[in-house]
């Protein structure tokens, strides 16, 4: 079992302008792990895309990403972003479209949502809400 932080990988499906959240999979995962399960979710939704953070090591994820998923002949478009706001004011700014109803959630979602509930009281669990 891998001890270190939670990776979050959140699956939207859009349509008529709003985001439905189908995959909302947070875990304790080994990068290789991530990987592999990212693949999975791109065989079976078809990303139109895949924003992945680069921050830090984060960026050998990606790369990591980019060769496995080329080797299995899985496309994945791949958008890089490296955060350098406040990850507070990137979260809060989240919920006007959760009350708008911009963005929703199906009840099985309970670690998302238990984050949204106490954020920022919570502290660092907030990865769900970050992949968001």
């Known amino acids: 079992m ?9 699956v939207l499906a859009w349509k008529d302008g709003v985001a439905y959240v189908i995959v909302a999979d947070l875990a304790r995962r080994s990068p290789d792990k991530l990987t592999k399960d990212i693949i999975a979710y791109a065989k079976r ?6 924003v992945i953070e680069v921050n830090g090591f984060q960026d050998l994820v990606a790369q990591s990403l980019e060769a496995k998923a080329r ?19 990137r979260l809060f700014s989240l919920y006007e479209w959760v009350k708008n109803g911009t963005i929703k959630f199906s009840r099985s979602d309970r670690i998302i949502l238990e984050q949204f ?10 990865d769900g809400l970050d992949a968001l």
């Open 2 to 10: 891998f001890t270190g932080d939670y990776s979050a990988i959140v």
């Open 45 to 50: 939704y078809r990303f139109d895309r895949f």
């Open 71 to 89: 080797q299995e002949g899985v496309s994945i478009p791949l958008e890089w972003v490296n955060n350098n706001g406040k990850k507070t004011e």
């Open 117 to 126: 509930r106490s954020f920022p009281q919570q502290g660092k669990k907030d």
